[in-house]
């Protein structure tokens, strides 16, 4: 075979390789510019076991997450909230992010799909457009003598300009973001603490008499029975008011654990020896779950973290019923959300008390 026949015979198989690509990428192009659906997904790498199906009547699927807060019940007293499927916690063959119950994760996951993914996918796109073009138009078949050019003072000056210009611009919500997430929390919020342990997690009132709540993995009967997410529901969850801010204190007792909450935006290491603190601010009431995300031993992966969110009349109650105290300067502080469901909404009967 001549050597004009074999480049020829490469120019085809480049071609065919090219549109090959090409279809592969319209196809990824066309999934990623669809943001809302990143927005409703969870992260598979977050969902090692698919949630078990809500085992209750249609009343408690349907309804939206408000459909949790006990005190549309009537009576403040604390029952435990059934978890609604998908919400607080990742979906089954999902990706990109859960939805957001806290301020910060509105604003972030707003910066990834507005303003990160976009300019991610553009950049993407145009540079395997240009590498497509260079390969078709100048394949040796076609441009049999190279070019000799070795500057070009405008194209040199566009493509350092052009990139420093991306990063300023997004370097400014960047920060911003980054600041917003590690803002101290106000002087009146409550405190709570979160200790890890080998392989469990205590939750601490330091405000209300510092009394801690030992929280462990249910077993996967006991989850099953309880319409709880296999690996991720807990004998006794992290109780907190929902609509006011929350002094969030991270520490470990032996190695270094990592509290995570993906739909609450929140991520922290508990570190022995130190406390770290962020601010936690829950949106609605619910059931929301995590998991510690700091390799820390043998049964890291069982170690799951769940918080529920309660109006504060309830989170009073519940203080009282574990023996806490409540707070005079805190106490029934108006949340600021003022979402409430219908009486008929809250299955306050069919909830399976674990405190
Ligand atoms: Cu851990």
């Known amino acids: 075979m001549s050597l004009v026949a074999n480049a020829r015979a490469m120019g085809r198989t480049f071609g065919s390789m ?56 009537g009576a403040d007293v604390y029952v435990p909230a059934k978890p609604v499927a998908g919400v607080g916690m990742p979906t089954a063959r999902a990706y990109g992010f859960q939805t957001q119950f806290s301020p910060v ?98 939750y601490t009132y330091s405000d209300n008499g510092g009394f801690e709540v030992i929280s462990n993995m249910l077993t996967p009967e006991e989850a099953l029975k309880r319409g709880e997410p296999q690996q991720l529901g807990a004998d006794k969850r992290m109780v907190v008011p929902y609509g006011e801010p929350i002094r969030l204190q991270t520490t470990g007792s032996d190695v270094i654990h990592s509290f995570a909450m993906p739909s609450l935006w929140f991520k922290l290491d508990a570190v022995p020896g130190k406390i770290n603190e962020r601010l936690l601010f829950i949106e609605k009431p619910g059931v929301y779950y995590g998991q510690c995300s700091e390799l820390c031993g043998a049964r890291h992966a069982f170690m799951p973290i769940v918080i529920e969110a309660v109006s504060r009349p309830v989170f009073n109650a519940w203080l009282k019923a574990n023996g806490g105290t409540v707070a005079s300067s805190k106490d029934a502080k108006p949340g600021t959300v003022t979402a409430v469901a219908s009486p008929a909404a809250a299955p306050a009967v069919a909830a399976k008390p674990s405190a």
Do not use: C
Not at 28 to 49: C, D, N, R
Not at 124 to 137: A, I, P, Q, S
Not at 173 to 185: F, G, M
């Open 105 to 202: 994760g509105h604003e972030a996951l707003a910066m990834h799909n507005a303003i990160l993914m976009p300019i991610i996918v553009a950049i993407t796109l145009f540079v395997l457009g240009l590498m497509l073009y260079v390969m078709v138009r100048f394949r040796r078949a076609r441009n049999p003598v190279a070019s000799k050019n070795a500057h070009n003072t405008v194209i040199e000056v566009v493509w350092t300009l052009l990139p420093v210009l991306i990063l300023v611009f997004v370097a400014v919500p960047s920060i911003r973001l980054l600041a917003a997430q590690y803002k101290a929390p106000p002087k009146n919020a409550l405190t709570v603490k979160a200790t890890g342990y080998q392989w469990y997690w205590g």
């Open 18 to 73: 090219a549109f090959g690509l090409g279809a592969a990428l319209a196809l990824t192009g066309a999934l990623v510019a669809a943001p809302q659906v990143l927005a409703q997904a969870a992260p598979a790498a977050a969902a090692p076991v698919a949630p078990v199906a809500v085992t209750e009547p249609a009343a408690t699927k349907a309804t939206s997450p408000a459909a949790n807060d006990n005190s549309a019940a």
